[in-house]
């Protein structure tokens, strides 16, 4: 029997990742509930928010409003693709900053009109700054597995980028499957490396569950020593600069599995569920998550 954590880290990106593709408005004051109900379910760590342009993300234009009025509490990343989101994410009062870059030239090109080297040129000497200031940093590692323009991705490729990250003194990486294309043995090679080459960063996966393999994959995540996954309340997300990349795997899902095979998540499966019904109403497609199915036909028949 392969070994497993007896304890595992869930970050909640529901608030950010997860809303940020909504084609309809989500008011602030739904996401502050949202963030509460999940707060009380047991999140300690979540996205709240993203300071990028309104122009390209129009559902997170009302970022610093999130975090004037948000109940601190555990670690809360906000987003920042740029100079200017860091800035206006220190001064919301943020003190854990998410920055983001592709491993691909054409999804950064696609996604902020840069290549991957232009991309770390630019974060460098802000994350070196963040780090003079004490913050922590949280660098997302997008298409680690797979691309949406480039199709497969040397996981040499991944682990190189992964590793100037962590010379930069980054505290954590979230290395993503964007478009929800990994296999488990995939992921088992790749985590068992980077746990193998980085053992001083904080490792987290980061599933989409475009083809239902997410649960798989953190399954393989496990048995290569991960014990820190991304999920989002619902299954809501998805990469507005990524085709085909559907939503997150479900944290309902994901604690629901995790908490049966015995390792603690200190999450409530039902509270999870009851954040969601407090965005339900304004996001654009069905929440189809097996936990939250399971909790919808509860209420219907109470």
Request: charged share 25%; proline share 5%; aromatic share 6%.
């Amino acid at each position: 029997m392969f070994s497993l954590p007896k304890t595992a880290t869930i970050i909640e990106v529901g608030p950010r990742d997860g809303l940020q593709n909504e084609k309809n408005e989500v008011p602030t004051d739904a996401k502050l509930r949202f963030i509460a109900a999940l707060q009380d379910a047991g999140v300690r760590e979540m996205e709240v928010t993203s300071f990028v342009s309104p122009k390209w993300v129009p559902q997170m234009g009302d970022a610093a409003s999130v975090m004037e009025n948000v109940k601190r509490e555990g670690r809360q990343f906000v987003l920042a693709p740029n100079a200017r989101g860091i800035e206006n994410a220190k001064t919301s009062g943020a003190d854990s900053i998410a920055v983001f870059v592709g491993v691909t030239d054409s999804f950064n090109k696609r996604n902020i009109n840069r290549t991957t080297a232009e991309s770390m040129e630019g974060l460098a000497p802000q994350i070196r700054q963040l780090k003079e200031d004490g913050l922590f940093v949280r660098a997302c590692i997008s298409t680690a597995f797979h691309c949406p323009f480039e199709g497969p991705v040397d996981p040499d490729q991944t682990l190189a980028l992964c590793r100037q990250f962590a010379d930069l003194g980054v505290d954590e990486l979230s290395v993503a499957d964007t478009i929800g294309m990994a296999d488990p043995a995939e992921s088992y090679r790749l985590f068992s490396r980077l746990k193998e080459e980085l053992p001083d960063v904080l490792l987290t996966a980061h599933f989409h569950d475009t083809r239902k393999m997410a649960l798989a994959n953190i399954l393989a995540s496990l048995q290569a020593g991960i014990d820190r996954f991304d999920t989002s309340a619902g299954g809501l997300g998805g990469c507005p600069f990524a085709p085909g990349a559907t939503g997150n795997v479900a944290t309902e899902d994901v604690v629901y599995m995790l908490e049966r095979m015995g390792i603690g998540t200190g999450i409530s499966v039902e509270r999870i569920c009851r954040a969601v019904d407090e965005v339900t109403a304004f996001v654009s497609r069905p929440i189809t998550s097996g936990m939250y199915t399971l909790h919808q036909n509860h209420s219907q028949q109470d």
